[in-house]
C-alpha cells in the first residue's frame, strides 16, 4: 500500500532554516510528483510547491520563491523540504501528498509540526 | 492567482439529511478541481477529482458537479463520520485552496 512518512516535529529560532524529509513506499516513485503544502494552526491548506523525482525539477509558490528548495534521493525513495529564515508566520504542519495525474493529491503524509519561536 | 471561495463557512446538518457545499472560482477552471475532506489532527483524504469523478474507496454519497467557476459537493446521507472540514482545490493552474467549509452536527 501507497505509505508517505514523514520526519518529526522541530522546534525552530526565527531566522533559522528547517528541512522535513518524506519516504515513500508502495509504489514506483519517479512515476509521481510529490507535493508540499502546508496548515498554519486553525489555518487552511496552502501549497508550496512541487517537485518531479523522475529529474527532480520544481517548480513553487510565489510567496515561497527564495526560501524554499525541494530536493529528492532517489536511493531511499524520499524527498526533501528545505525552509529557510523561517519567521513565527512559518509555524504549521507541513504535508508532503503525491500527486495523482500531477496536481490531485491522492496521498499524504501523516504532517510534521514545525514550530518558530524565540 | 486564481482565488477559491467556498460557501457557507459552516453548515449545519442533522445525521442522515443531505448537505451541499459550493466553491467558487476567480476564473474558469475548466473541471480541474478537487474535494477533500479533514478531520482533526489528520491529513486531507482525497474524495473527489476532475470535478465530479469519486476517488478510490470514496462512498456513493459523495459527489461532485460543476464547471468553469462554480463547483458543488454533495453529500448524499450525512453519516457520523462526515462531520469534518471539506476543502475545494483548484488544478487547472498553479494548485490554490479554498477556505474550507466545516460541516458539524446540528
Known amino acids: 500500500q501507497v505509505q508517505l512518512v514523514q520526519s518529526g516535529a522541530e522546534v525552530k529560532k526565527p531566522g533559522a532554516s528547517v528541512k522535513v524529509s518524506c519516504t515513500a513506499s508502495?509504489?514506483?516513485?519517479?512515476?509521481?510528483?510529490m507535493h508540499w503544502v502546508r496548515q498554519a494552526p486553525g489555518q487552511g491548506l496552502e501549497w508550496m510547491g512541487i517537485?518531479?523525482?523522475?529529474?527532480?525539477?520544481?517548480s513553487y509558490a510565489q510567496q515561497f520563491l527564495g526560501r524554499v528548495t525541494m530536493t529528492r534521493d532517489m536511493s531511499t525513495s524520499t524527498v526533501y523540504m528545505d525552509l529557510s529564515s523561517l519567521r513565527s508566520e512559518d509555524t504549521a504542519v507541513y504535508y508532503c501528498?503525491?500527486?495523482?495525474?500531477?496536481?490531485?493529491?491522492?496521498?499524504w503524509g501523516q504532517g510534521a509540526l514545525v514550530t518558530v519561536s524565540s | 492567482e486564481i482565488v477559491m471561495t467556498q460557501s457557507p463557512d459552516t453548515l449545519s446538518v442533522s445525521p442522515g439529511e443531505r448537505a451541499t457545499l459550493s466553491c467558487r472560482a476567480s476564473?474558469?477552471?475548466?473541471?480541474?478541481l478537487a474535494w477533500y475532506q479533514q478531520k482533526p489532527g489528520q491529513a486531507p483524504r482525497l474524495l473527489i477529482y476532475?470535478?465530479?469523478t469519486r476517488a478510490t474507496g470514496i462512498p456513493a454519497r459523495f459527489s461532485g458537479s460543476g464547471s468553469g467557476t462554480e463547483f458543488t459537493l454533495t453529500i448524499g446521507s450525512l453519516q457520523s463520520e462526515d462531520f469534518a472540514v471539506y476543502y475545494c482545490?483548484?488544478?487547472?493552474?498553479?494548485?490554490?485552496f479554498g477556505q474550507g467549509t466545516k460541516v458539524e452536527i446540528k
Open positions: 476532475d470535478a465530479s
Open positions: 508502495g509504489y514506483t516513485f519517479t512515476s509521481y510528483y
Open positions: 482545490q483548484q488544478c487547472d493552474n498553479w494548485p490554490t
Open positions: 517537485i518531479n523525482p523522475n529529474g527532480g525539477s520544481t
Open positions: 501528498a503525491r500527486g495523482r495525474s500531477k496536481w490531485e493529491l491522492d496521498y
Open positions: 476564473q474558469s477552471v475548466s473541471s480541474n
